[in-house]
């Protein structure tokens, strides 16, 4: 009985973190959108309604700056775990040295924003957003060509994507180390979309 009770309760256990990892990953960039709303001061009338929103302590960026911070962190993540995938499952060694760099240069970006997020007080999402998850779970079900294929087309949309979210901050962004980081990322960010284009060219 005492045995049967352990596993129940191990079973319990397992099936709440996994709830509990299922939510975080659907709602991870809402949830520090969110977060960081609830530090946002930029808004408040008086000091009363500053104490009052600001528990958590105070957001030291304005909300568009914190809300690029979140998407650009979410696509950080994704970029380092899809560029492990491409090494893992990749066929041709274009994509496996793809995913490499990206896996190196990302990591970099994200150690970087990660040190901006923690002096402005921004909070960053603890794992991928839930369109970036379903891009992983469809990647890891391909093998082959057809992953090689795939991969690539998604680098394509999400370099095309993020050149723009960077370009957009590093012209508009408010707070200098958040606009610095945009910045200072987006030569990079363009050297990746030269390269997955290229690989994209040469497959087709």
């Known amino acids: 009985m005492k045995k049967l009770n352990v596993l129940f309760l ?14 975080t990953k659907t709602n991870s960039t809402e949830v520090a959108k969110d977060s960081n709303s ?4 930029s808004g408040m009338m ?6 009052a929103k600001t528990a958590g302590g105070v957001m030291k960026v304005d909300k568009d700056d914190a809300d690029f911070a979140v998407e650009a962190a979410n696509g ?23 995913g490499a760099k990206m896996v190196t240069d990302h990591t970099k970006a ?18 991928v957003g839930k369109d970036e998850q379903k891009i992983m779970d469809d990647l890891s079900k391909k093998t082959g ?10 680098m394509v949309e999400d370099h095309d994507k993020d050149v723009k979210m960077f370009e957009k901050e590093s012209k508009d962004g408010k707070d200098a180390a958040v606009k610095s980081f945009a910045t200072t990322t987006l030569p990079v960010l363009k050297m990746h979309q030269s390269m997955i284009k290229a690989i994209d060219q040469k497959m087709k």
């Open 110 to 127: 994200n150690n970087n924003l990660m040190a901006v997020a923690k002096e402005k007080n921004i909070t960053l999402p603890a794992t």
């Open 46 to 51: 008086s000091s009363k309604d500053t104490t």
């Open 10 to 23: 191990a079973g319990a256990t397992a099936f709440a973190m996994q709830a509990c990892n299922s939510s």
């Open 145 to 154: 060509k057809d992953f090689d294929k795939a991969y690539v087309k998604a």
């Open 76 to 98: 950080g993540m994704a970029e380092v775990a899809l560029g492990q995938l491409a090494q893992q499952k990749g066929m041709s060694q274009d994509v496996k040295d793809f």
């Open 38 to 41: 609830a530090k946002d001061t």
